[in-house]
């Protein structure tokens, strides 16, 4: 079965450094989702990406972040410079069209930043 | 108000129980709706979409009341493998453009 997937598992740093996380989706997706949860908090949507851009962003979703499909399967979030409330576990989704509903979710990278 | 609201909870239950999570949304615009479930420390994972007409998928059955803005998921027979955190899920701007989760409400299912 298909399966988004999400590298690395975990992912520590300093804070004020910069992190790349990324997710392949699932090949033929074509509407594709960052998400982030704070431990013991709610799912937070924090980007859509649909045709090379973005499509919708959330208050969230600042001038620190950007994302990038630099090929034809890895989706990418950079945080340009970590802060301490930027810990949380990132979700990385995708949805096949829009005639399809279910978002495939990916296992999720564990942000710790120290 | 919240954009997505649940009971956060936790509700325990015993096996063999039916019980019912709430969820209420404040965009009237908000045009799809969806239960997901979240085991401890996994990613969400779609458990049924939600229809104005109502709909059912085993011992789950999902209703929507877009006047009073209120979607409910009612489980019948809960399992022990029930026992996860039920996430409210609705999504605006076109359908799939953004979407919003509730914070969830933990079921916990007891033998």
């Known amino acids: 079965e298909p399966e988004v997937t999400q590298t690395p598992s975990h992912q520590v740093t300093q804070m004020g450094q910069e992190v790349i996380l990324r997710c392949v989706p699932i090949?033929?997706?074509?509407?594709f989702y960052w998400y982030r949860q704070i431990l013991g908090q709610k799912v937070e949507f924090l980007v859509s990406f649909y045709n090379n851009e973005i499509s919708e962003k959330s208050e969230i979703f600042d001038d620190q972040f950007s994302v990038e499909r630099p090929d034809g399967s890895n989706f990418t979030l950079k945080i340009r410079s970590t802060k301490l409330e930027d810990s949380a576990m990132y979700f990385c989704?995708?949805?096949?069209?829009?005639?399809?509903?279910?978002?495939?979710f990916g296992p999720g990278t564990r942000l710790t930043v120290l | 108000r919240k954009e997505v609201e649940q009971d956060p909870g936790p509700f325990n239950v015993p096996e063999g129980a039916t019980v019912a999570f709430n969820c209420t949304y404040s965009?009237?615009?908000?045009?799809?709706f969806f239960w997901y479930r979240q085991d401890c420390r996994k990613e969400p994972k779609l458990l049924m979409s939600?229809?104005?007409s109502g709909n059912e998928d085993g011992r789950f059955t999902a209703q929507l009341n877009r006047a009073s803005q209120y979607i409910s998921l009612l489980i019948r027979d809960s399992k022990l493998s029930d026992s996860a955190t039920y996430l409210c899920v609705v999504t605006h701007s076109g359908g799939y453009q953004k979407v919003t989760f509730g914070i969830g409400t933990k079921l916990q299912v007891i033998p």
């Open positions: 965009n009237s615009a908000s045009q799809s």
């Open positions: 989704a995708s949805i096949e069209d829009r005639s399809n509903n279910e978002q495939f």
């Open positions: 090949s033929n997706h074509l509407y």
């Open positions: 939600v229809y104005s």
